[in-house]
């Protein structure tokens, strides 16, 4: 039995099952017949499918919202800081992304947000700061920031990995 597409929750034993009972449809509806007329194949339960196909999206695709599960819960509102931001960096082809969430009762307003080139630092409402090293080099002056539902993304476009060399004039003696 393969897994995880075709497991108890399925209506098929296996792929073999499941290609042979859509062939069977597809001839029977070119021929003009009832496609399920007569059939000793049970259709599948349009409901258990959608079900089904539900479950498996939720076990292989994580919700990028849900990745922040339980962060900052250890922080309460006057205690917030001293490591416990809990940062979340990531990289796309161009941009190093950095999310963080805020404890529910403090104002994303009282936040500071500064970027470096190598880091980000979190000015907090108590003047506490937070530090959280990036994982590349970015360029500061085009870095943007987003607040919504509780968490806070910033978006920094990567530096370029090149070294800059100039050739420079040597004076031979």
Known sequence: MNKPFFDDNFPFLNQQSFTSYVNDLIQKSLSGQNALNGSNLVPPDPQ?????????LKKTLPDPMN????MGK???VSGWGAGKIQFE???THQSVI????VP?????QDIGVMVGAGDVRIRLPDGGEERNPLPRRVRVEDSKAV???????IRMPKEAEDEHYREIFVKFS
């Open 98 to 101: 950095t999310r963080f969430r």
């Open 48 to 56: 258990s499918i959608s079900q089904y196909v539900n479950e498996i």
């Open 67 to 70: 990745s922040f599960a339980g």
């Open 74 to 76: 250890e922080a309460s």
């Open 147 to 153: 607040y919504k539902d509780g968490v806070f993304e």
């Open 104 to 108: 529910a009762g403090v104002n994303p």
């Open 89 to 91: 960096n990531f990289e």
